[in-house]
């Protein structure tokens, strides 16, 4: 009997483990992705924004996107609201203004919308802000795009968007 129950709760625990996306804080992504070079996701989003809930509720809680991103990304979560003191390439951001933080500002260009999902190359400095809610279907061409690294052998963004067939996600 203890064999079994030991064994369910492993079973337990991985399912959980492997369900849901590994989030790190974003200075732990930008390191992590120095030293392997993956792609770091960004999901930029407010307390107080819907979207930004169902976003967490529905896409980031997909067994397929979960699996994809854990395996191809470093996740991270920025709350463009907070107070918290972030480093970021020699820098140290704040909430200097009270109302979006400092980091937030400069990810979205100053075009604030929540949710952002933001896909970042750090070492050639690309940024690419995603604003709106997106669905399983909807972020799989960005998710292909970047963690499959095709952004170095295509063309442009639409060249590569009008050839992609989705993978079976």
């Not at 407010?46 to 930004?52: A, E, P």
């Amino acid at each position: 009997m203890k064999k079994y129950i030991v064994t369910l709760l492993l079973a337990c625990f991985a399912t959980t483990a492997f369900s849901q996306i590994q989030w790190v804080s974003f200075e732990e992504a930008m390191a992590l992705s120095k030293k392997d070079g993956k792609p770091v996701l960004v999901d930029v989003y407010t307390d107080w924004c819907g979207w930004c809930k169902r976003l967490d509720a529905t896409t980031y809680k997909d067994s397929a996107v979960v699996a994809y991103v854990n395996s191809h990304f470093h996740a991270t979560k920025l709350n463009a609201e907070t107070n918290n003191k972030i480093t970021y390439r020699d820098s140290v951001y704040t909430n200097s203004m009270g109302k979006a933080h400092d980091l937030a500002i400069r990810l979205l260009n100053g075009k604030m919308s929540y949710p952002t999902t933001i896909f970042m190359i750090d070492d050639i400095n690309f940024i690419a802000p995603i604003p709106g809610y997106l669905t399983k279907e909807s972020i799989q061409p960005y998710l292909f795009y970047f963690g499959e690294k095709v952004y170095e052998t295509a063309n442009t963004w639409e060249s590569f968007l009008k050839g992609f067939n989705a993978p079976k996600f």
